[in-house]
Each structure stands twice: as structure tokens, then as C-alpha cells.
């Protein structure tokens, strides 16, 4: 072969390379960390630095569009370097930020430039921010679009902390027409305060330690009043809705019609609504507590139905991490406890580990976790799929391999996750962000190499 004029600066090579056309062998030629040219797997220039995958799957880098790492204000519950070194080994290349839990939360574009300023020198991926909607900051909207955030999130029921407000539907229609004129999404967590408070007089003298008691107080209604709210309102206005960490099979109907309709909606799941059953978490076991809550077995199968169909358009953690002391471990107090689920680093293996068990194949992976969320992100031009023009993000990983998860080897800032103890298939063996390895076999780089990405930025 004769030397190429720009030859690449490094070949990464497999025998499974997920292409947009399938699993197939290849070799990916990289430079200046674009994909230049996938080839067959011997078409490699002499000389050339090579990476063999060997028999390991190489898929796009992982694009979680569903993350909270809280920093600044409350890095001591999650920061940015320690979250993307999690992210890192576990395939992630690219995360999209959510705007609450950090301090200011991220709902105007002053704010916007202290979470900016709060990342240097600490990003092991790449990573973007999503915006936030709370009552009265409908003005702050597009500064914050103009600066770059890609999108908009929203609480219909309070979130927990005091700097990210939830908003009712006037709140809602006061900042729809901005919305609609930005053509941003607005990403919303759906339930509804009015049917929570009604269960909560009829838990009133149930055990708190009891699971059944924390999934009685947040009933399905929250989440399909909440969901019908905000397809009205995508009709009314022509809005772009995405609807985060969908846990109620119950609200699929009507996703299915407003898809049929028309409507500009997308949905994500998360693994463990895909991996959890409510009849399978004992007394105490706060390290399961997320709103909206995991569900029955039947509802979980349902969810991943619908994720086979296309009603789901993808899947993102909501890695949503807290201090231990937080999670009530002592009291196992379900009502008291914080809620989330950290498991940025698992979310590949466990939702393979469920995927493999259901007959699908790892390029259903490929579409559930990189090209899906890059979508919502406007990035799919450039993050969540291996093709030329692409930033050459991509993880190796062994679907065969299985290990227990042990909550020393995670690195997340904190270790409590309801994964700990639990066998996993699928082992990240390596991980390129932008062609420069970030993750090889346990081991990082000397230093950070992410950068932050903003909406509009080449």
C-alpha cells in the first residue's frame, strides 16, 4: 500500500468495529483526533501506531446526557474529576451536566460561568451542560442558549434542594415561547406534586424502612399527569420535550400516540429501572431510593419492550451521587433518605449484562448509549458513532467477561451503590477520547484531556 499523504496517527483495529452499518472487522485510521477513514482491518499504512481490539467489542464512546456531579457548591458530594475519572472507566466520552445540586445551580448564565470556571484542570472525558428552567428565570433563557448550554431541565415536583425551584404549569407557559423560539429541549423530570401529597396521608403509618412504603408514596399518576402536562403543552407550542428517567410503564401509551402525532418528544430510561424489581429490595436498603421510583418486574419488562420498539428512544444513568450519611444507612429510613443512584461507572455493564440476557445483540448497545443520547445533545455529528468526521472517542470492551462489583473499585466519589456485590457482565478495557487513550486496562493518563463542549462550538 502506498504511504498516504496525511497517514494517521493511529489505527485502532478489531475484528467487532459497531459502525452505523453494523458490527463488522475494520481498522480505524485516526488524526488529529477525527476518524479519517475506516478501511478493512489490514488496510493499515507501514509504520503506522497500531491498537489491536483483538476479539473485544470497539464501540463509539459512551454519551451520558444524564449526570449531576454538583460542583461547584457541593463537590464534597460529587466533583468533576472524580466523576469523569469514573466516566472514563466506564467507556463514558462525553456527559451532558445537569443544573441542579451545584451551588449556584446552573439557571442563569452567570452561574453558567462559575460551573465553566469550576471544571479546569479536571475533566478526564468531555463535557456539556444542560440549563435549567425554575420559576421567574424565563429572561435568563436565551443568554443561557447563547452561552452555550444545549438545553433545558425542569422539576414538575420539588428536587430536593433549595437552589433548583420546581415549576408549575404557569411557570411552564411563561417560558415556552423563549423555548420554542431557541428550539432548545427541555428536559423534564415528570411527576406531579397532587397525587404524591395524596399517597403521602395514606402511607402516613406505613413502615418507612419498608420499600413498599417508598413506592406507594410515589404512585404512577405523578408520572402520567405530569407527562400528559407536558405533551400538551409540546402541542401547544411546538415545544421539543424530552422526558428523563421514565420509570412508569404506565405513561408508554401515551408516548406511543404522541409519537404517532407528531410531536417533538424523545424518552430515556435508566439501567436500573432495566436491571431492578421493587419486589427484590429489602427493608432498609436506601442505596435503591431514586425518584421516580424502580418498579415491579412486570413494569421493568415492559420498559425494556418499549426500549426494543423505539417508545424509548435511549438510555442514561441520572448518576445522581450524595455523602453516605445521606442515605440513612443506620436508620434505613425510605421517606428520610436522600434519592439517587450513583452508577455512572456501570452503566455499559449493566445494562449489557440485562441486554445479553434478553438475545440483544451489542449493536443495540451502540444506538441505546452513544448515537440516542448525542441526538438529544445535538452532537451526532460528532460524538456516538464511528464514522468519518467523528471525534474518535471509542471504548473496548469484553462482552464475555463478568466480575463483582466492588464498590473499592469505583470511582465515583463515593462508593454506595446498589450494584455493590452484584455480578456484571462486560469489562471496559480501554478507552480514546478523541484518539488519545484516557483508560488502558485500569490505568489513566498522566493528565486530563477533556474539554468542555458547548452548544454551537465547533
Not at 485516526?30 to 489490514?42: L, N, S, V
Not at 491498537?51 to 459512551?62: K, T
Not at 443568554?143 to 408549575?168: I, M, N, Q, R, Y
Not at 433518605?337 to 452508577?343: E, H, L, P
Request: with cysteine.
Amino acid at each position: 500500500m502506498p504511504a498516504p499523504e496525511n497517514p494517521p496517527d493511529l489505527v485502532i483495529r478489531g475484528k467487532r468495529i459497531i459502525t452505523p452499518g453494523g458490527e463488522r472487522p475494520a481498522a480505524v485510521h485516526i488524526r488529529a483526533g477525527t476518524i479519517t477513514a475506516i478501511t478493512a482491518p489490514d488496510h493499515i499504512p507501514p509504520g503506522a501506531p497500531t491498537y489491536d481490539a483483538g476479539d473485544s467489542v470497539v464501540m463509539p464512546g459512551i454519551v451520558d446526557t444524564h449526570v449531576h456531579i454538583n460542583e461547584p457548591g457541593r463537590a464534597d458530594w460529587e466533583g468533576f474529576s472524580t466523576a469523569t475519572h469514573a466516566a472514563a472507566a466506564g467507556g463514558v466520552t462525553t456527559l451532558i451536566e445537569m443544573p441542579l445540586n451545584s451551588i449556584p445551580a446552573t439557571t442563569t448564565a452567570q452561574a453558567y460561568r462559575e460551573k465553566l470556571a469550576a471544571t479546569a484542570g479536571k475533566l478526564w472525558v468531555d463535557a456539556g451542560f444542560w440549563g435549567g428552567v425554575v420559576p421567574g428565570n424565563a429572561a435568563e433563557l436565551r443568554p443561557l442558549h447563547e452561552a452555550g448550554v444545549f438545553g433545558f431541565k425542569c422539576f414538575l415536583v420539588p428536587s430536593g434542594v433549595d437552589e433548583f425551584a420546581h415549576v408549575t404549569e404557569a411557570d411552564l407557559r411563561a417560558a415556552a415561547p423563549e423555548l420554542a423560539a431557541l428550539g432548545a429541549p427541555l428536559l423534564a423530570h415528570c411527576e406531579l406534586p397532587g397525587p404524591i401529597a395524596a399517597a403521602g396521608k395514606s402511607i402516613a403509618k406505613s413502615d418507612p424502612r419498608s420499600y413498599t412504603t417508598w413506592l406507594a408514596s410515589r404512585p404512577r399518576e405523578a408520572e402520567h399527569e405530569a407527562i400528559a402536562l407536558l405533551l400538551r403543552l409540546a402541542r401547544e407550542f411546538g415545544l421539543r420535550i424530552h422526558i428523563v428517567h421514565l420509570s412508569s410503564s404506565g405513561a408508554l401509551d401515551q408516548l406511543r400516540r404522541a409519537k404517532s402525532d407528531g410531536l417533538s418528544v424523545t424518552v430515556e430510561t435508566c439501567p436500573h429501572y432495566l436491571t431492578f424489581a421493587a419486589e427484590e429490595i429489602s427493608d432498609g436498603a436506601t442505596e435503591f431510593k431514586c425518584a421516580p421510583p424502580i418498579r415491579e418486574r412486570e413494569n421493568r419488562e415492559q420498559l425494556w419492550a418499549a426500549l426494543a420498539d423505539g417508545t424509548l428512544d435511549f438510555v442514561a444513568t441520572d448518576h445522581s451521587p450524595c455523602p453516605p450519611a445521606m442515605k440513612l444507612p443506620s436508620e434505613g429510613d425510605f421517606l428520610r433518605a436522600w434519592g439517587g443512584i450513583a452508577s455512572l461507572q456501570l452503566g455499559l455493564p449493566a445494562l449489557w449484562t440485562q441486554a445479553a440476557s434478553r438475545g440483544y445483540p451489542v449493536t443495540q448497545l451502540a444506538a441505546w448509549l452513544c448515537r440516542g443520547p448525542a441526538l438529544l445533545a445535538g452532537l451526532e455529528k460528532r460524538k456516538g458513532t464511528i464514522a468519518v468526521g467523528c471525534d474518535a472517542d471509542l471504548v473496548i470492551w469484553n462482552p464475555d467477561a463478568k466480575f463483582t462489583v466492588a464498590p473499592a473499585a469505583l470511582h465515583h466519589r463515593h462508593k454506595v451503590t446498589p450494584y455493590a456485590g452484584r455480578e456484571l457482565m462486560g469489562v471496559v478495557e480501554a478507552t480514546f477520547l478523541r484518539g488519545r487513550k484516557i483508560l488502558d486496562r485500569g490505568e489513566f493518563s498522566s493528565a486530563p484531556l477533556g474539554h468542555v463542549l458547548q452548544r454551537g462550538a465547533a
